[in-house]
């Protein structure tokens, strides 16, 4: 391409230069017959070379322009992530607030940082710990029901035991006949109330509460509703089921319950 427009060049000047030599009718008709194709021609290839090299300027300032986009659109959709994120962590916290302010005990709020990777397990570290007043026993609870209480306390955290552990009980109540059993956990997630007498009246849905006589969890509070109930043909006690109400997967905020439970019973404000 380059040394086709090197020899048209030559060409015209060429042409030019015997046209200027012998200026006559004739040779004016054949250097305009000649170089016109040419000129025409180096004309075009000029102009093609510069779409070519515009274009591709072009294409690098819409590439540059591109990735700059990109990182906005980027930063944009963290934004609003962390809006979205924000809002919702602000509806939580809410939730758990107006039932903070429900309750007549002294409590106070904390987040889950961390939960047991092991499948024997079932315990939360919050971040709250002695310098917050937590000792060890302590219910933690949620608006949706009981948690688990505090087994273990260091300076700044503190370790959770969950209802749904194996090595958790709880002492309760089946609320609509007052029947007595102690919830105890399991590794599938569903709570076992045991040691219901066999002709205590318990049936589907009943919600479960506790009874206030553990020592660790005031009296009142909902633990989960009953999922089935399994009378054995021989035995003094019949096999409870029980489905917490707390969605321990998604365990992100909790309250801890300062002051030790009240034997009277548990208070909740009439407000």
């Known amino acids: 391409m380059i040394i086709g427009l090197i020899i048209m060049i030559v060409a015209n000047i060429v042409l030019l230069s015997m046209t200027s030599r012998y200026p006559s009718y004739e040779y004016g008709r054949l250097s305009i017959f000649i170089i016109a194709p040419f000129q025409d021609a180096v004309s075009n290839a000029i102009k093609f070379l510069e779409g070519i090299w515009n274009h591709?300027?072009?294409?690098?300032?819409?590439?540059e322009e591109n990735k700059l986009l990109q990182k906005e659109l980027g930063r944009a959709r963290e934004r609003n992530n962390f809006c979205a994120e924000t809002e919702l962590s602000n509806i939580r916290l809410r939730y758990l607030l107006k039932?903070?302010?429900?309750?007549?005990?002294?409590?106070?709020?904390?987040?889950?940082?961390?939960?047991?990777?092991?499948?024997?397990?079932?315990?939360?570290?919050?971040?709250?710990?002695?310098?917050?007043?937590?000792?060890?026993?302590?219910?933690?609870v949620v608006p949706e029901g009981i948690a688990g209480q505090v087994t273990d306390v260091s300076g700044h955290y503190a370790k959770v035991l969950l209802i749904i552990d194996g090595n958790s009980a709880v002492d309760a109540l089946v609320q609509r006949t007052r029947a007595r059993g102690v919830v105890e956990g399991s590794q599938t997630g569903v709570c076992l109330l045991k040691y219901v007498l066999r002709n205590d009246d318990v049936a589907a849905q009943d919600i479960v509460i506790t009874s206030g006589l553990d020592g660790v969890f005031p009296k009142g509070l909902r633990v989960g509703s009953v999922s089935k109930v399994i009378k054995q043909n021989s035995g003094i006690f019949q096999e409870v089921a029980v489905k917490p109400y707390v969605d321990f997967e998604k365990l992100e905020e909790v309250l801890i319950i300062l002051n030790h439970p009240d034997p009277a019973g548990y208070k909740i404000s009439s407000e």
């Open 56 to 63: 591709y300027f072009n294409l690098v300032s819409v590439a």
């Open 99 to 140: 039932f903070k302010k429900k309750l007549t005990e002294q409590v106070i709020a904390a987040e889950v940082i961390g939960k047991d990777p092991s499948a024997w397990f079932q315990t939360i570290i919050i971040d709250k710990g002695e310098v917050d007043g937590l000792i060890k026993g302590l219910a933690v």
